[in-house]
């Protein structure tokens, strides 16, 4: 959570929301980054578009086509994709 003075951002409260991560892990900019890879590369989710979601069913499948590819296609810059770093697979798919 942002501790906000005016506009400024002056602090910040890490606390659990699920799960048990490490709260040395917990980042916004890393929640922040990632909803700017979502806006970018789902074009239903872009702000003050024509492509919005009609229906929740077409959002969810393209989040979930999104998901797919993210962990089992898109290699990271070091060590694969996320799926080969968990050891669900061990190459990238369709390459």
Same mark, same amino acid.
């Given at each position: 959570m942002k501790i906000r003075d005016g506009g400024k951002v @002056? %602090?910040? @409260?890490?606390r $659990?929301?699920? %799960? #048990?991560?490490? #709260? $040395? $892990? @917990?980042? +916004? +900019? #890393?929640i922040e980054n990632f909803c700017g890879i979502l806006r970018e590369r789902v074009g239903r989710l872009v702000r003050? +578009?024509?492509?919005?979601?009609k229906k929740l069913?077409?959002?969810? #499948?393209a989040t979930e086509i999104l998901r797919f590819y993210w962990n089992f296609m898109d290699r990271l810059p070091k060590n694969g994709t996320p799926a080969m770093i968990e050891n669900l697979t061990n190459h990238p798919w369709l390459e």
């Open positions: @002056i %602090g910040k @409260i890490k $659990d929301v699920f %799960g #048990n991560p490490a #709260n $040395d $892990d @917990i980042e +916004t +900019t #890393n003050k +578009t024509k492509c919005y979601s069913l077409r959002l969810r #499948n």
